[in-house]
């Protein structure tokens, strides 16, 4: 167990529609990352938060997007999902920025039908 | 950009085989590197990492050893157990950068 905590496991949607993926870090990290893994474009980095601020974006849409509240969870939202969003999204957590070891949580498996 | 190169999978092996896993990256500044390994059906854990060359990274009979000269971090295991069987990722961050950059994993099988 990592410590990091994700919420759903799993989720299943129609084309068109929006959900929200939530991610709750290892006590006393600051920092959250956002990964998707999918069949044809393997673990690719999304989008970082820092103690509630934006640090660096990754490969993601712009359909998608993220926050980090006070309390220092997280959760990205995807909108207008298209059947190419269906993947496995991580959450990761680190104390810090800078070349940390990432502690990855178990994951939201999306299903877009 | 930054990238990292894992040998193709799937792999199969026999209980008690030697493992080696290759691993090759390229990258501008001087990276971190880790082995991250996911089971069936859970996330990814972190198997082992080094942060400068000629680094040895071990855990649970894994090694790898970061080599500048050759920018690899091959994954190795003298004798393999069926609970051994999981997907490998390599991957590297660079420093002053946020994110990790994976290669597309390896598959490994292990029959008793």
């Known amino acids: 167990d990592s410590g990091v905590t994700q919420t759903p496991k799993h989720l299943i949607t129609a084309t068109g529609q929006r959900v929200t993926l939530r991610c709750s870090p290892r006590s006393g990290d600051l920092s959250v990352y956002w990964y998707q893994q999918s069949l044809d474009q393997g673990l690719q980095f999304l989008i970082q938060?820092?103690?509630?601020?934006?640090?660096a974006k990754g490969n993601i849409l712009e359909r998608f997007s993220a926050q980090q509240f006070p309390d220092l969870h997280s959760e990205l939202n995807l909108s207008s999902l298209e059947l190419g969003d269906s993947a496995l999204y991580f959450c990761?957590?680190?104390?810090?920025?800078?070349?940390?070891?990432?502690?990855f949580g178990p994951g939201t498996r999306l299903l877009v039908l | 950009g930054d990238s990292v190169t894992q040998m193709e999978g799937p792999v199969t092996l026999s209980e008690e085989a030697f493992l080696t896993i290759n691993c090759t990256y390229t990258?501008?500044?001087?990276?971190?590197l880790f082995w991250y390994v996911q089971y069936p059906g859970e996330g990814l854990q972190l198997l082992l990492k080094a942060t400068k060359a000629d680094d040895k990274g071990s855990n649970k009979g894994f090694e790898a050893t970061y080599r500048k000269e050759t920018t690899s971090f091959h994954l190795e295991k003298g004798s393999v157990q069926v609970s051994d069987s999981a997907v490998y990722f390599c991957a590297l961050s660079e420093r002053g950068a946020q994110k990790l950059v994976f290669g597309q994993g390896t598959r490994l099988t292990i029959n008793p």
């Open positions: 990761a957590s680190s104390v810090g920025t800078n070349q940390e070891t990432q502690y």
């Open positions: 990258a501008t500044g001087y990276p971190s």
């Open positions: 938060y820092y103690n509630g601020e934006e640090r």
